[in-house]
């Protein structure tokens, strides 16, 4: 089982980055998939997921409005896009798969953003 995050890097506030997250191992398209940030010193908190079939998203009040998560079945891929960025932002973005049916909870190895003029 593989997660593999891309996308990261250094970005000024106001401008977009979109990370992928790559997968392999496993059924993708059975999995719920979310994106985790974690910052110096603070908890990983849940920013944005997807529902294993269908459109269903959920994101964190702080990234309401300026985030978009998606995923693409075909390609065992899931996106984040991130607009409007803010220096609060900065974090290690984590991917996570889900399945609650058997407990099956993967993760990937983290990318760093980070908002900085």
């Known amino acids: 089982v593989q997660l593999v995050e891309s996308g990261g890097g250094l970005v000024q506030p106001g401008g977009s980055l979109r990370l992928s997250c790559a997968a392999s191992g496993f059924t993708f398209s059975s999995y719920a998939m979310r994106w985790y940030r974690q910052a110096p010193g603070k908890v990983r908190e849940l920013v944005a997921a997807?529902?294993?079939?269908?459109?269903?998203?959920n994101y964190a009040d702080s990234v309401k409005g300026r985030f978009t998560i998606s995923r693409d079945n075909a390609k065992n891929t899931v996106y984040l896009q991130m607009s409007n960025l803010k220096p609060e932002d900065t974090a290690v973005y984590f991917c996570?798969?889900?399945?609650?049916?058997?407990?099956?909870?993967?993760w990937g190895q983290g990318t760093q953003v980070t908002v900085s003029s």
């Open positions: 996570n798969a889900l399945r609650a049916v058997n407990g099956n909870n993967y």
């Open positions: 997807i529902r294993s079939y269908g459109s269903n998203t």
